[in-house]
């Protein structure tokens, strides 16, 4: 028999945990005054594993500490809303008892570290928020912010970034619709890779995460844990600095062939029965996970994390509970369906393990080896997670614009398609499989993509938008006008908008200028969708992109969707024809300040971002979709203006067009509310008619027809231009 | 006409080509790829896009030692028709029912767009539907397209008028433009494009209907 103080020295040899020093409290993120806190809430002070629960539960990224407070400023509620933020993701109605389920999410410093993994892992962890809660998902979008092109790591970026996300959704099988990608020096130390999805779902089989019922098995579904990612969302809480690369071993790495199979076995068991409640592990994995179902349910949890399939040997409980491997989910589970999701499982391979139950006190009991390696209050995780009011500065006015020299126009046009901003990007959408499930009505390209629902005439419109020069220069105004912009976009196509998710990709939070654009955009961007109602559903907040000091541009992505009741009646699909005429719809002052001419001819950013006028902008979407079977094609103004819009439609159809403006302000201007219009010229005239009626500014601003582009006196060969434009992109960032 | 759709644990066209052949009147039939036989009556196996096994090494490998793909080939060896269409492709080279094989594509990127084909043979029953020479728009989809044959092969395949599909714009680096090919006895066609994936004009597309309405109207049941 061994002597007692020889096992226990063997005992602490297994699990070697270090001691908790101030040191190694900073390296978890946690400041001096969060740390007092949690000695208050144990009255003792934590051991590694606990420590290590807490950093993963009260950094940026979980707990949201810096923008809860204005977070919930922000409209949530109206009658096409079934769940608004809070679950996995938000849902609205839209009619025959059918619902869709989306949300947008960041993963942007994995991406910067490692982009092929980093990007395809954002794609995998916001499909899995869509069909944990029972949804299967039908489209995906993402929005990308790169620096320079002629940065050093931007090529790099772009590849593994476009690779990664098409590798992950090409292979899960989920149509990539839309999405943007910009370039802009302020994001040379931080890349933004926003990932968008949707799923569709039955409205009364819809799944949420809050656990019920004492003593009822808590169950680990699909891959198994491995040392990836521990402590990921730490490290997306911080800025970085010249130790990024030892950064890397914090990126997981993603297997969309394990994600098919989770999501097929996932629907498979919720209709079993079998599924009480269920939450996917992302980040903070185990953890976040685990408190997350019994923080909702009033319960406790305790995992006994022996039964936890593993990856790799010798895990501690405190890389388990911290590890991101993908593909995970965890389940309460009815007891007596046990063999049958069992039997689902195994069919597709994967793993289904008993890992712990659930408690009838608020503790979270860690167990490992027969022994109790964290035992907390399981509230205190999230519900006493630290909530900041943070010092926040109003960004000054704008400096009024100085003189735009005057320029020919074409040569506008022509510097504006060669910038990879605003070239044609299918560089980047053909490596991403757009038509898979069958059921995509409009591809990527320009304005909304636009995807069927499976057996139906209906159909859901996806926009993805934000103009971060805008926001920077006015964020308030900066905010509206994302918001608006994804509603013309929607209505352009006939849709309807429905709702919206935002993704705020900030910089420091602790910086009050910073604080005070969070703010700002949080302001404009709560007034645009109570406005043009399309209530915020779902979201995500990014913080600390900033490199060695340096902040990204503000950028609060709007992801919003819209109905089309019927693909016949209601869809605006149509091309431009020869001979059509070209109608502008809304009121155009030349605004020129922030705009794409003074970005991309005159390096310039300077002036005030437009203002939005919320209600035009309502009642020019409300004239479209009113009088959609008038119009043959349409599409929204936003950067390069009116030359922009018009050549963009002229080049997809293969058609010219002469507009008769010449002055830069027109042709250039960024002015808001505003579309373009193509029909034939009865159509036209009947347009006129009705805006008349309503008092909406429209007037003919020239007509499609020939095969060159023509600004005012100016004109270029359509070819010549088109060819720009479909090259630049893989010419100039590739 | 009795089709059985194959679904690998990755397919993920395997709704989409359900679609198609129902939309051409068959009674369709899905089928796991753990089950050791196809069901009763089958008058042609669809064997559907996606990553059957995930494909992190050789595409189709892996799904080409599944119990059904035992099936596949004993249908086939019946004389039995085989559809393959991109991965389902890719499945049925690595099972031997049609030659060559399938490598990265030229420019190593995964590609997802309309091609134009043309249709080289008329004579068999996927593409009887068509006119000789006629040029059809159908869409790629696929990371591992190109397709390479020895040259004793192409030279057979030529001979025998086996080459269903060539692309007018060859999108992957495929040997001598070769976007389908059929088997010696004409009734296994395997193509990267995919026609499911053309046979509704919300698709903005229908030059894939030739296929599925012909092999409906060649394969009525007993």
């Known amino acids: 028999m061994k002597p007692a103080n020889e096992a226990a020295a063997g ?96 993963h942007n410093h994995p991406s910067y570290i490692e982009p092929y993994q980093g990007a395809a892992t954002g794609v995998g962890g916001i499909l899995r928020d869509v069909f944990t809660m029972g949804a299967r998902p039908i489209a995906a979008m993402n929005s990308l912010s790169f ?104 990126v997981q790495v993603g297997d969309p062939f394990t994600e098919k199979r989770l999501m097929e076995a996932t629907l498979e068991l919720m209709a079993t029965g079998a599924v009480i409640s269920i939450q996917d592990m992302g980040a903070a994995g185990l953890t976040c996970s685990a408190v997350e179902m019994g923080d909702k349910g009033g319960l406790g949890i305790r995992l006994d994390l022996d039964n936890v399939p593993q990856r790799e040997e010798n895990m501690t409980p405190y890389e388990m509970m911290l590890s991101e491997s993908q593909e995970r989910m965890l389940m309460v589970l009815e007891p007596s369906k046990e063999a049958e ?48 009011d943070r010092p926040w500065e ?106 919206t998710t935002d993704n705020l990709n900030f910089g420091n939070p602790e910086k009050p200028e910073i604080m005070g654009q969070f703010v700002g955009a949080i302001k404009g961007i709560g007034e645009a969708v109570a406005a043009l109602d399309m209530p915020i559903v779902s979201g995500n907040v990014s913080l600390y992109n900033e490199t060695d000091g340096v902040g990204i541009l503000p950028t609060p992505t709007i992801g919003a969707v819209g109905l089309i009741r019927d693909i016949d009646a209601e869809l605006i699909s149509g091309q431009v024809r020869e001979g059509h005429v070209a109608l502008l719809i809304g009121e155009t002052k030349g605004h020129l300040g922030q705009s794409a001419l003074l970005a991309e001819v005159f390096h ?81 005239e009947a347009l006129m008619v009705e805006a008349g009626k309503l008092g909406i500014p429209i007037e003919t601003v020239g007509r499609f027809t020939g095969h060159a582009i023509r600004l005012g006196g100016s004109d270029a060969p359509l070819e010549d231009l088109a060819q720009i434009y479909r090259t630049s992109f893989e010419a100039r960032a590739t | 006409m009795r089709a059985s759709v194959i679904v690998f644990p990755g397919s993920n066209c395997d709704r989409d080509m359900a679609v198609a052949f129902e939309r051409a009147g068959a009674d369709v039939t899905m089928v796991w790829h753990k089950d050791d036989h196809l069901p009763e009556g089958t008058d042609i196996v669809g064997v559907p896009g996606g990553f059957s096994f995930g494909d992190y090494l050789r595409c189709g490998a892996i799904a080409a030692k599944s119990p059904i793909s035992r099936s596949i080939v004993a249908h086939a060896g019946r004389g039995g028709y085989v559809l393959g269409v991109c991965n389902g492709f890719q499945v049925l080279t690595e099972t031997g029912l049609l030659p060559g094989a399938l490598m990265r594509n030229a420019n190593l990127k995964f590609i997802c767009k309309p091609v134009d084909l043309t249709v080289e043979t008329t004579q068999s029953a996927f593409t009887s539907g068509y006119r000789p020479g006629q040029r059809i728009t159908v869409p790629v989809a ?41 088997s010696a006895n004409r009734r296994v066609l ?13 698709h903005g597309g229908t030059d894939g209907v030739a296929m599925f309405r012909a092999l409906s109207e060649a394969l009525v049941s007993a």
């Not at chain 1, 890779?193 to 579904?221: C, E, H, R, T, W």
């Not at chain 1, 830069?664 to 034939?680: H, I, K, M, S, W």
């Not at chain 2, 030529?158 to 999108?171: Q, T």
């Not at chain 2, 395997?190 to 919300?202: F, K, L, Q, S, T």
Request: proline share 6%; net charge negative; with cysteine.
């Open chain 1, 604 to 684: 310039r950013e300077d002036g005030d971002a437009p203002q939005v006028d919320l209600v035009a902008e309502k009642r020019h979407g409300d004239f479209i979709l009113a009088n959609r079977a008038l119009i043959k094609a349409c599409t929204d103004l936003s950067d390069g203006g009116l030359a922009l819009a018009a050549f963009e439609m002229a080049e997809a159809a293969g058609v010219g067009v002469h507009l008769e403006a010449h002055d830069t302000p027109t042709l250039f201007g960024e002015d808001q509310a505003r579309y373009l219009v193509a029909c034939n010229f009865d159509e036209a």
């Open chain 1, 11 to 106: 005992d602490n040899a297994v699990t070697q945990e270090p001691e908790i020093t101030e040191d190694l409290i900073a390296a978890h993120g946690i400041k001096p005054d969060e740390y007092a806190n949690i000695l208050r809430i144990l009255n003792r002070a934590p051991n590694f594993t606990e420590l290590g629960i807490f950093s993963a539960m009260w950094n940026e990224h979980c707990s949201y500490k810096s923008s809860k407070k204005w977070l919930r400023t922000l409209p949530t509620e109206g009658p096409q809303v079934i769940c608004g933020p809070g679950e996995n993701a938000g849902i609205v109605d839209i009619g025959d008892g059918q619902a869709l389920v989306f949300k947008m999410e960041s």
């Open chain 1, 147 to 250: 620096g320079e092109v002629d940065h050093p790591k931007t090529r790099r970026l772009v590849h593994g970034v476009v690779e990664g996300i098409g590798g992950y959704g090409n292979c899960f099988g989920v149509p990539t619709i839309g999405g943007e990608v910009r370039f802009h020096s302020a994001y040379n130390g931080n890349c933004l890779v926003n990932a968008f999805a949707a799923g569709l779902i039955d409205a009364d089989k819809i799944f949420y995460s809050a656990a019920s019922g004492v003593g009822m098995p808590v169950v680990y579904l699909g891959a198994k844990t491995g040392r990836d990612g521990v402590g990921g969302a730490t490290m997306a809480s911080a800025e970085f600095d010249d130790t990024i690369e030892e950064k890397r071993p914090t």
């Open chain 1, 341 to 388: 999701a069992r039997a689902v499982f195994e069919k597709w391979d994967l793993d289904f393990a008993i890992v712990g139950e659930t408690l009838p006190e608020d503790r979270f009991v860690i167990m490992h080896q027969g022994a109790c390696k964290a035992d907390l209050p399981l509230r205190a995780l999230s519900g006493e997670a630290p909530e900041y």
């Open chain 2, 142 to 182: 696929h990371h591992d397209g190109n397709y390479q044959v020895d040259e004793a092969t192409l030279a057979l395949l030529e001979a025998e008028d086996r080459i269903a599909l060539r692309y007018v714009d060859n999108p992957n680096g495929s040997t001598a433009d070769i976007a389908g090919v059929l």
């Open chain 1, 394 to 499: 109003e960004t000054a006015p704008a400096e009024p614009l100085d003189d735009v020299p005057g320029i020919d126009p074409i040569d506008g046009l022509r510097a504006l398609i060669s910038s990879p901003n605003y070239a044609a990007k299918q560089w980047v959408y053909e490596q991403y499989d757009h038509m898979v499930m069958a059921d995509t009505v409009r591809a990527p390209g320009l304005g909304a993509g636009v995807v069927r629902v499976h057996g139906t005439n209906k159909a859901i419109a996806f926009t993805s938008d934000v103009t971060p020069r805008y926001v920077k220069a006015n964020p308030v105004e900066g905010g509206k006008q994302a918001v608006a912009e994804a509603y013309r976009n929607l209505t352009a196509v006939g849709a309807t908008p429905l709702a």
């Open chain 2, 190 to 202: 395997g193509m990267m494009p995919h026609p499911e994936r053309a046979v509704d004009a919300a």
